[in-house]
């Protein structure tokens, strides 16, 4: 078999078992269904360090869930023990382990199967696919430029143990933020930018006109979000999962206001999400997708009417505008938890976590109404441009010579 039907048709089976999986709650056919996507790993020669990394990442969320389950049945009349701690009567309802199991399968088959269709395959078969699903131009465009600037920067992988605090980790504290000092933002943004035009020119020179400007902005966007591994925020900051919506939200917007497209927004979060799942970031496999895409959507829906026009109280409207998209970077999160069936505890056990990433959300707008300002007076790539015209006229001159 080609390896762009192969890939076409694994493509279009992580869907069809990823859809599948929120329907199906026998347990024998989740036993089967997964044991016989362990078979199909294996038989594609991957590696096991690779499927018990995977596994490990989701290793609290399973626990997480499973102790809902203990303690808050689905049936008050299942079998349960009374145990007795300081004098409070506890309820361990053991006669959930077959709804317990089924979660855990149905985490493990999606979890398997993205990566067996992402690591299967070689590399750029799974864009192609995407792009025989009639995926838009310019996600599929922005997704290659997105894998291939991230390679780039990767360079060759080092084997041996991983020095902390690596010489090209930036830190950023949340003082700068706080005090205007945004200048790693505009660095964030003209290097990406820069980048961009450089691949943009290499690879699609034919390309032109408006749909080379979004391209060009969401590429942006994209480059920049992958970039934020490299970024070190809020150094020594307790956990609080979602910090990075401070540089992630107004990423997101700038594809919104800044390009032509009616979902700009929702292109560059479809894009960074499918990179993010390619490049093995996440941890819930093809559900990282909706991590970024969905910010992407509500941006495109919200923000040209929340931010319009008047500048008037403009840092609290963006505050408003980032604590929804926050919000909805809790979309993975929210369908593995849906996925797994899980208790109202489960939910209880998440939710600073989502107020965290609402949180960081709205406490964007202390970058986001900077952004916005720079984009309605046309200086969002102020310097990139002076710098484009510069070496362009360089270019020419020793041409000329």
Sequence with gaps: MDYSLSARIKTIYLLILSSGLFFTSSTVVLALLSGFQIVLYFASGLSVQGLFSAYKRILILAVIVTISFLFIPSDPTTNHTVL????????????EWPNIAAMLLRIITLITASLWVRDSERSGAFIESLRWLKIPETVAIAVDAGLQLSQRRKGPKKHGKKKKGGKNKVAITFQQIKSGELRFFDDLLNKAYQKVNHFLQERYSNISGAKR?????ILTVV????????????PGLPIAPGHKNLVIVPLIVIATLATHSRYGG???GLAIGISSFLLGYGKFGVLEIAHFALPGLVSDILAPLVLAKSRKFLIIRFALLGAVIGLTRFAANFLIIILAGAPLLAWAAFLPMLVSQTAFGALSALIGAYIVQKIKSGQLFEVTDATQKKSQSEEESTKNV
């Design 84 to 95: 007795t701690l300081f004098h409070y009567p506890l309820h361990l309802y053991w006669g």
């Design 213 to 217: 400007h979004d391209i060009t902005i």
């Design 223 to 234: 480059t920049a979000a992958l970039s934020l591994k490299l970024l070190q925020l809020l």
């Design 266 to 268: 929702f292109s560059a």
